[in-house]
């Protein structure tokens, strides 16, 4: 230990005492994109002692551009995101406990999860699943640090169940997701730009430095050469339904979602049965129809114009068409 | 004079990074919506204001010398 | 290429107009540590036509806490951290030309290798070498992007030749090098908020974007939540001995180097003979001596307390001693 | 007031991000031999000064409401 982590020992607001403590703690990081992968390379290099992985998604070609950790080969395998950043992570560090978990984020899937976790990156691309977070780590009284971007911007904001305010308080109502990586792209400095406050940010959490953290929230756009901080202590709310006295917890929902949903400037459709499938079964049956791609976590195909990808919790994503309508269609052709 | 910061797709959509506007006082609500007049491009709903650095509330009064920052949230990750 | 790179060219400073240049320049990166090998990653997703990579050095333990692309087989094999980088890089992304040279960074080794350099990015961890580099890449008009950290703090700068200030102008005399990563340690986002700098600048001198160069200073302190920004333009100075009008180039010494130095900090030192060395031979050797690690590139053992590495280019580095004459006996007694 | 701000190891030398001198005007350079004065431990030879974020030289005046940030280059990499 003393060799392989003795510069970050070196480090007076860490030392010897701080290293002990990221050697025992838990961290979830909460999607594999660009901001999970290079979140989780910086806690496993710094030795954080277990990581929990969560992603739904699996490596494409038009990943590699910003997201760390994963290789042409990862892409030409269509292995899922958390299993690729898994194996990458052993390579670089074997001493971290890694699980990781090909699923979608939902308070059903989460819950369980949650048991042992000291901090949680939000590493989504999403509010609808941020908010939800807010919920459920507010519930469970779990710190979370908040991070996004897009173009050549970022921002990130350390949240503290019960004494920041919450991302709720931050925003009067939930962000039309106008600007996405996949609408006006992304240039990797801003992935690393976010991810560099998001990992300070935990690692001052793990190190229990608390009168270190940031107190604001930060923008920049590295582009066009800004960095802004914002003082958020007046926007905590007293009403807050989430962290205010008499929480309603608005965007929790307990029910397990089935509802199929176009995933957001990716010409894709995701569809949820919440059946568990048996892929090697499926294969067997659509042989016939195309050439089957099957690893251990997935089973792809092209179909007409479209690519179909089947996972064993029972999602699959249409590639190829905004239209649920037109998804559901092919979908019941083929494993209706 | 209010100065105002314009943000991420704010500032592509208006065209520079930042305004001039020669007011004596306003509230940030009311500001948004000259600022929606003149930019008819812009969405200012969702969007965060902060004024001196301090987040500010829809009724909260702007004064001339302040600088204003609307920051739009950004989703991507 | 479109699938690959498309949200980057979906970024509009960018495009497939600035695609194209990145895809057709040549960047050199001198120094595969921490910013090195980081920087390196960023450029080789973005698609960079051609890197030359230049590093003295072997991938170490305690290097895996903040060095991108390092793995622990590549700490176990004692692969040079230019080697290592290469393999990594084309793992990610084939497309990209890479050379990669074990050397020794002096204005001989260097100036056969910026042929068609379009930018310099500072990799370098000490100030004798940037000084250096501001003489050369001012004789030779290429530009470059100063970048350095330690602790949670870390600048970077961009320097274009008889435009801005150099790095001359900025530093009334050479620092001491007080604190370095090897005194005072180094959390790994400090290096990543560097190279998000730094990477941010050289693509948009890649796609030839001068206007949205910053043109200041930035320094920050990850842990203690500043960032400050300081405007140059007054500091040119018009009798600069390096960007003046009559040049001197005072750190430009066209000399072979053969002399030993302390590498400091970190209780090595580093002996040069100038003269090639074939490690095969020198193993038939040592061999009696004590038991010997050898690789493609450089040979080393352990010595009493001590550990030698040889490489090819005729540098050996003696670890355990910050005496050169201690290392000077070491060295003599077994290769001498 | 002279505001002045201390970047990265001077920052832990002095013990604090922040100080403030009430003085009326100073040179840079007179300016850092009165800090050298009080906090011996400290190394500003080398150290860029910034005043209201803009370079300064050895002989430029600091006025009293100016802030002074002292920049010491570090070198890893």
Known sequence: MVDRYSRQMLFKPIGEDGQLKILNKHVLILGCGALGSANAENLARAGVGKLTLIDRDYVELSNLQRQQLYTEKDVHEQVPKAIAAKKRLLEINREVNIDAYVLDATPISLVPLLNDIDIVIDATDNFDTRLMMNDLLQKYQIPWIFGSCVGSTGMSYTILPKETPCLGCLLDRAPMSGATCDSVGIISPAVQMVVAHQTTEALKLLVEDKDSLRTNLVTFDLWNNYYHTMNVERAKKENCPTCGENPSFPHFSGEVSTKSEVLCGRNTVQIRTGRKVNLQELANRLQYVAPININDFLLSLEYESYRLVFFHDGRTLIHGTNSIEKAKTIYYQLAG | ?77
Chains 1, 3 share one sequence.
């Not at chain 2, 208006?14 to 948004?32: C, D, N, R, S, W």
Request: glycine letters at 6%.
């Open chain 2, 1 to 77: 004079m209010i100065k105002i910061l314009l943000f991420a797709d704010l500032q592509e959509k208006v065209g520079k990074p930042e305004l001039e506007l020669k007011l004596e006082q306003i509230t940030v609500e009311e500001l948004k919506s000259e600022l929606q007049k003149i930019y008819p491009l812009i969405n200012l709903e969702s969007v965060m204001t902060a004024v001196n650095e301090e987040y500010a509330m829809a009724d909260d009064a702007i004064k001339s010398g302040d600088t204003v920052a609307f920051i739009p949230p950004v989703s991507g990750g």
